[in-house]
T-cell receptor, first 113, second 106 residues
Framework: NAGVTQTPKFQVLKTGQSMTLQCAQD?????MSWYRQDPGMGLRLIHY???????DQGEVPNGYNVSRSTTEDFPLRLLSAAPSQTSVYFC????????????FGQGTRLTVV | KNEVEQSPQNLTAQEGEFITINCSYS?????LHWLQQHPGGGIVSLFM???GKKKHGRLIATINIQEKHSSLHITASHPRDSAVYIC????????FGTGTSLTVIP
């Protein structure tokens, strides 16, 4: 099993550009989520999904879109990058939101200039 | 609002010392998680617990549900334990602490 595969590991964008962060898991997990990690703050939830075709907003959804067409994949799209989106992004998956171990991707360090 | 509070924020220890990291939470939970993040690296789950105590090698995690408090202990610390340790709780969603940065000096 590969676990959670997240790409790319590093990315530099210019303000206004768009991009997609990829996340795939091979554990048949229903729950997938995207977080951003900023200095001095805990991981903050951007969007999450409880299954294919179902997504919802988290704490900081503005400027991001997600879709879940399959159980395995949960891409995060930045529509028009802004310097405030400079952060480290993590994708995570688990069997459910409750009482199950979470598995994290390796992270994407994104810089918007 | 901080649903999960960790202490200390930073910790420096000599190799071999016994280390304790504390976590308090204010929301109802189904489980508490301890995670480890090495510099520039991904996040790895160390423990998930909903009661009592768990032990993996030199790491021990305890939780007191009534007091809404958990501790992560590292016995005989080693430089390779240097990392950020993150406490998280899961209920309707995951809430994360800001992490404890541990440096173990040889």
């Amino acid at each position: 099993n590969a676990g959670v595969t997240q790409t790319p590991k590093f990315q530099v964008l210019k303000t206004g550009q768009s991009m997609t962060l990829q996340c795939a898991q091979d554990m048949n997990h229903e729950y997938m989520s995207w977080y951003r990690q900023d200095p001095g703050m805990g991981l903050r939830l951007i969007h999450y999904s409880v299954g294919a075709g179902i997504t919802d907003q988290g704490e900081v959804p503005n400027g991001y879109n997600v879709s879940r067409s399959t159980t395995e994949d949960f891409p995060l799209r930045l529509l028009s990058a802004a310097p405030s989106q400079t952060s480290v992004y993590f994708c995570a998956s688990s069997y459910s939101q409750r009482n199950t171990e979470a598995f994290f991707g390796q992270g994407t360090r994104l810089t918007v200039v | 609002k901080n649903e999960v509070e960790q202490s200390p924020q930073n910790l420096t220890a000599q190799e071999g010392e016994f280390i304790t990291i504390n976590c308090s939470y204010s929301v109802g939970i189904s489980a508490l998680h301890w995670l480890q993040q090495h510099p520039g690296g991904g996040i790895v789950s160390l423990f998930m617990l909903s009661s009592g105590k768990k032990k993996h090698g030199r790491l021990i995690a305890t939780i007191n549900i009534q007091e809404k408090h958990s501790s992560l202990h590292i016995t005989a610390s080693h430089p390779r334990d240097s990392a950020v340790y993150i406490c998280a709780v899961s209920g309707n969603q995951f809430y994360f602490g800001t992490g404890t940065s541990l440096t173990v000096i040889p």
